[in-house]
Nanobody
Framework: QLQLVESGGGSVQPGGSLRLSCAAS????????ITWFRQAPGKEREGVSC????????NYADSVKGRFTISRDNAKNTVYLEMNSLKPEDTAVYYC???????????????????WGKGTLVTVSS
């Protein structure tokens, strides 16, 4: 069964940190770019960050630049999103998605992705 599974979400106070993981099973991520999206209640889905298949290309939404870092370990078939200096407005369900492409990545939520995870909830509140 081909799937992506997110983990690492939870509740944290403003200024805190979390690390999300996106693990693939049933296929290898070697030829897939990975994008993290998020969706807050009542809001549209937003592209957060993406990383190309080799890790050589990364992109970030302006709202998270300097606070979030995306990385990947293809040997573990996993992509990570390190989130620091979290703000209440970062509260959302975070999803990872895979795009079968090499050497680039896209954070546009309108772009078609091949596989999606079911999401993990991040809550930032005092």
């Amino acid at each position: 069964q081909l799937q992506l599974v997110e983990s690492g979400g939870g509740s944290v106070q403003p200024g805190g940190s979390l690390r999300l993981s996106c693990a693939a099973s049933g296929f290898t991520l070697d030829y897939y770019a990975i994008t993290w999206f998020r969706q807050a209640p009542g809001k549209e889905r937003e592209g957060v960050s993406c990383i190309s298949n080799s890790g050589s290309v990364t992109n970030y939404a302006d709202s998270v630049k300097g606070r979030f870092t995306i990385s990947r370990d293809n040997a573990k078939n996993t992509v990570y999103l390190e989130m620091n200096s979290l703000k209440p407005e970062d509260t959302a369900v975070y999803y990872c998605a895979a795009d079968h492409t090499i050497s680039l990545c896209v954070i546009d939520p309108a772009y078609g992705m091949d596989y999606w995870g079911k999401g993990t909830l991040v809550t930032v509140s005092s």
